[in-house]
């Protein structure tokens, strides 16, 4: 075997020198990241060299090509299986199944030279050769130098999570496309034997069928398995490196229809190791001069994917990345000339929204919402449409004999009928929300809702398949103030009469006014006698906005989304309720209507209720006036429900 980079890659990753102060020694994973830049190493391949050049017999400085380097921005090493370096004892450094020594037969000096950001020790790594130093630095690419006093020449060398938690950890990131019955699907080879978090679990294949390895065992060392996750967020699906034995790597014995690519990760389209004015590139599995890698696959491999609601493999490498010839070493794939289905497409449980909010619904069952009525109303974060039925909520608040309701016949914020529905959240992929937007779907039935039940607390469903756009259906927000949130209530000034409110539901879209920050929360704003809150009314939420933006004892009105809080859940299970009341995500900027200071009330209205917000006009420069702002500049008129106005100027 060639005596390569790994020279170079190791001894970057600064593990090879047995009096280096390491947070825990030998035994461990790390990973290493560069003080200067904040990149860190990822071991690509097992090619390169280190050389020492002579004049005669007289050696006059070392050569080197380090290009099986790829230096990854913060964030993107957690999921790299080479940025995981394995110090053994002797300080030998493993990384991609290989080790300095097997490749180069030298040793890595390591010294530390300072401290770093948060006072934590910082090394160099260097090779010597009798009285020459070449030191491994983050210069615009990974080089070399001949002093390792600058910082891009200095290492932090981290532990990597092996199941106690903390921010230097490994995990997958599957695509949100390869989503079926409340998971997502992907494929490791790792080098490294590994253990499962919560939520992760790993299958290989076996007669055409998916076989579940045993959760709280070790993955071993290459074993090419597909993981079935809960999330598509490296840090929710870490996978803890295992040494067995003291060993590194082994070869894998679970058997398995399942194969994998080259040795090392040469699929990637991108690099940042060139230093200025080199050109190169690993993908195709070329690295600059070096040639094109060994491999044991081939494009005709077909890749695991999510297609037409059933869990496989289908398209062959080739087709599914057209511009790869080199197959990706870190995925696991089957060897097949046709496609293999692993999870048929499951028959939908029909249902209305009523009937999915109340019964015993679970997380993995596909459930199709023939719900005739259903509106789409707002979209918010991350691609979700919140949508509703007829005012078909199955407890809904009734006032009793001799209560007020107070929203209608005293602060006179609610007219006609309330709203009562149910609601639920439609998470979408990119394309399908696009679509969705593109057909103005805002304000019209919907129909076709099919996918898992992800949340029953705030009802959030999946969709697997895009909902068709119906007929026009208007519907007017419910507005709530922060009493709301307390429910029906005893006043404790005044008259102490008994208030009658309706309770918002869980992912309502509503109005929110005569909401005052008090620094933590919304709350009622403070009883005045005889200005403010005259009956005492209590309330409060948490607003899932930027606080930043809004004042102590300032009093708001604004559209938002209201959820139901809730208990962090188990992996598989729905989330269950918690004690602490809700949250209010804006969908628009809160308006000041007023505030208190002391006794000293300001634009709060009459003296029994809030003046909330009645309309808002946009005028562009040209004086054109309309309900939605205008791009560029904009004259913002808000008139409030007691005839008085405010002015604003802003841009778009």
């Given at each position: 075997?060639?005596?390569?980079?790994?020279?170079?890659?190791?001894?970057?990753?600064?593990?090879?020198?047995?009096?280096?102060?390491?947070?825990?020694?030998?035994?461990?994973?790390?990973?290493?990241?560069?003080?200067?830049?904040?990149r860190?190493?990822?071991?690509?391949?097992?090619?390169?060299y280190?050389?020492?050049?002579?004049?005669?017999?007289?050696?006059?400085?070392?050569?080197?090509?380090?290009?099986?380097?790829?230096?990854?921005?913060?964030?993107?090493?957690?999921?790299?299986?080479?940025?995981?370096?394995?110090?053994?004892?002797?300080?030998?450094?493993?990384?991609?199944?290989?080790s300095?020594?097997?490749?180069?037969?030298?040793?890595?000096?390591?010294?530390?030279?300072?401290?770093?950001?948060?006072?934590?020790?910082?090394?160099?790594?260097?090779?010597?050769?009798?009285?020459?130093?070449?030191?491994?630095?983050?210069?615009?690419?990974?080089?070399?130098?001949?002093?390792?006093?600058?910082?891009?020449?200095?290492?932090?060398?981290?532990?990597?999570?092996?199941g106690?938690?903390?921010?230097?950890?490994?995990?997958?990131?599957?695509?949100?496309?390869?989503?079926?019955?409340?998971?997502?699907?992907?494929?490791?080879?790792?080098?490294?034997?590994?253990?499962l978090?919560?939520?992760?679990?790993?299958?290989?294949?076996?007669?055409?069928?998916?076989?579940?390895?045993?959760?709280?065992?070790?993955?071993?060392?290459?074993?090419?398995?597909?993981?079935?996750?809960?999330?598509?967020?490296?840090?929710?699906?870490?996978l803890?490196?295992?040494?067995?034995?003291?060993?590194?790597?082994?070869?894998?014995?679970?058997?398995?229809?399942?194969?994998?690519?080259?040795?090392?990760?040469?699929?990637?389209?991108?690099?940042?190791?060139?230093?200025?004015?080199?050109?190169?590139?690993?993908?195709?599995?070329?690295?600059?001069?070096?040639?094109?890698?060994?491999?044991?696959?081939?494009?005709?491999?077909?890749?695991?994917?999510?297609k037409?609601?059933?869990?496989?493999?289908?398209?062959?490498?080739?087709?599914?990345?057209?511009?790869?010839?080199?197959?990706?070493?870190?995925?696991?794939?089957?060897?097949?000339?046709?496609?293999?289905?692993?999870?048929?497409?499951?028959?939908?449980?029909?249902?209305?929204?009523?009937?999915?909010?109340?019964?015993?619904?679970?997380?993995?069952t596909?459930?199709?919402?023939?719900?005739?009525?259903?509106?789409?109303?707002?979209?918010?974060?991350?691609?979700?449409?919140?949508?509703?039925d007829?005012?078909?909520?199955?407890?809904k608040?009734?006032?009793?004999?001799?209560?007020?309701?107070?929203?209608?016949?005293?602060?006179?914020?609610?007219?006609?009928?309330?709203?009562?529905?149910?609601?639920?959240?439609?998470?979408?992929?990119?394309?399908?929300?696009?679509?969705?937007?593109?057909?103005?779907?805002?304000?019209?039935?919907?129909?076709?809702?099919?996918?898992?039940?992800?949340?029953?607390?705030?009802?959030?469903?999946?969709?697997?398949?895009?909902?068709?756009?119906?007929?026009?259906?208007?519907?007017?927000?419910?507005?709530?103030?922060?009493?709301?949130?307390?429910?029906?209530?005893?006043?404790?000034?005044?008259?102490?009469?008994?208030?009658?409110?309706?309770t918002?539901?869980?992912?309502?879209?509503?109005?929110?006014?005569?909401?005052?920050w008090?620094?933590?929360?919304?709350?009622?704003?403070?009883?005045?006698?005889?200005?403010?809150?005259?009956?005492?009314?209590?309330?409060?939420?948490?607003?899932?906005?930027?606080?930043?933006?809004?004042?102590?004892?300032?009093?708001?009105?604004?559209?938002?989304?209201?959820?139901?809080?809730?208990?962090?859940?188990k992996?598989?299970?729905?989330?269950?309720?918690?004690?602490?009341?809700?949250?209010?995500?804006?969908?628009?900027?809160?308006?000041?209507?007023g505030?208190?200071?002391?006794?000293?009330?300001?634009?709060?209205?009459?003296v029994?209720?809030?003046?909330?917000?009645?309309?808002?006009?946009?005028?562009?420069?040209?004086?054109?006036?309309?309900?939605?702002?205008?791009?560029?500049?904009?004259?913002?008129?808000?008139?409030?429900?007691?005839?008085?106005?405010?002015?604003?100027?802003?841009?778009?």
């Amino acid at each position: 075997m060639k005596k390569t980079l790994l020279l170079a890659a190791m001894t970057v990753l600064g593990f090879g020198l047995a009096h280096a102060d390491f947070s825990q020694g030998a035994g461990h994973f790390y990973m290493v990241q560069n003080k200067a830049t904040k990149r860190y190493i990822n071991l690509i391949h097992d090619q390169g060299y280190v050389k020492v050049k002579w004049s005669g017999l007289i050696p006059k400085g070392l050569d080197a090509d380090f290009h099986a380097i790829r230096l990854e921005n913060d964030g993107d090493q957690h999921t790299e299986p080479g940025t995981l370096i394995y110090i053994s004892s002797g300080y030998n450094l493993s990384a991609q199944g290989t080790s300095v020594k097997d490749i180069t037969g030298f040793s890595v000096n390591i010294k530390q030279n300072g401290t770093g950001d948060k006072n934590e020790a910082v090394y160099n790594a260097y090779v010597s050769f009798i009285l020459i130093n070449a030191y491994f630095q983050d210069e615009a690419g990974f080089d070399k130098a001949a002093t390792g006093d600058n910082n891009d020449c200095k290492w932090y060398i981290k532990p990597v999570d092996t199941g106690g938690g903390g921010d230097c950890y490994f995990g997958v990131t599957p695509k949100a496309t390869d989503y079926l019955n409340g998971y997502y699907y992907t494929t490791l080879r790792a080098s490294f034997a590994y253990k499962l978090s919560q939520g992760v679990d790993a299958f290989t294949v076996v007669g055409g069928k998916l076989n579940e390895l045993p959760h709280d065992n070790v993955v071993p060392a290459n074993t090419p398995v597909i993981l079935r996750c809960k999330s598509v967020l490296a840090s929710d699906n870490r996978l803890y490196p295992q040494s067995i034995g003291g060993k590194y790597t082994a070869e894998s014995t679970v058997k398995s229809s399942l194969v994998s690519g080259t040795k090392y990760s040469y699929f990637k389209t991108s690099v940042v190791n060139a230093k200025a004015g080199e050109t190169g590139s690993y993908t195709n599995g070329t690295a600059y001069g070096l040639g094109t890698a060994k491999s044991n696959a081939n494009a005709n491999y077909r890749v695991l994917s999510v297609k037409d609601g059933q869990l496989g493999f289908f398209d062959t490498f080739a087709s599914a990345y057209p511009d790869e010839q080199c197959i990706n070493g870190e995925l696991a794939y089957m060897d097949t000339t046709s496609d293999v289905v692993l999870i048929a497409k499951q028959e939908a449980v029909t249902t209305s929204l009523a009937g999915l909010v109340t019964k015993e619904a679970d997380s993995k069952t596909l459930y199709h919402i023939n719900d005739g009525e259903l509106t789409a109303v707002a979209f918010g974060d991350d691609n979700v449409l919140y949508c509703k039925d007829n005012n078909a909520y199955a407890s809904k608040d009734a006032s009793q004999q001799g209560q007020v309701d107070y929203m209608k016949d005293r602060a006179k914020l609610q007219t006609g009928a309330y709203d009562q529905s149910n609601w639920v959240a439609l998470s979408l992929d990119e394309a399908t929300a696009t679509k969705l937007m593109n057909s103005n779907v805002i304000n019209h039935v919907i129909s076709g809702v099919e996918g898992v039940l992800t949340d029953k607390v705030n009802p959030t469903v999946k969709l697997t398949v895009a909902p068709t756009v119906g007929q026009e259906s208007t519907y007017t927000p419910n507005t709530y103030i922060a009493a709301s949130f307390g429910g029906t209530q005893t006043g404790t000034q005044g008259k102490h009469e008994q208030f009658f409110f309706v309770t918002p539901k869980p992912c309502e879209v509503a109005s929110i006014t005569w909401a005052m920050w008090d620094g933590s929360k919304m709350v009622a704003p403070t009883h005045v006698d005889g200005k403010v809150n005259q009956a005492g009314l209590s309330g409060e939420f948490a607003y899932g906005g930027d606080q930043s933006k809004l004042k102590e004892n300032s009093i708001y009105s604004f559209e938002g989304i209201v959820k139901v809080n809730t208990a962090s859940s188990k992996a598989g299970k729905l989330s269950a309720p918690a004690a602490s009341g809700y949250t209010v995500y804006p969908l628009t900027q809160p308006v000041e209507i007023g505030s208190i200071d002391g006794n000293v009330v300001t634009a709060v209205g009459s003296v029994s209720e809030a003046a909330t917000v009645e309309r808002v006009i946009y005028y562009n420069l040209q004086g054109q006036s309309s309900a939605k702002p205008h791009e560029g500049v904009n004259i913002v008129k808000t008139v409030y429900t007691d005839g008085s106005t405010r002015v604003d100027k802003v841009v778009k």
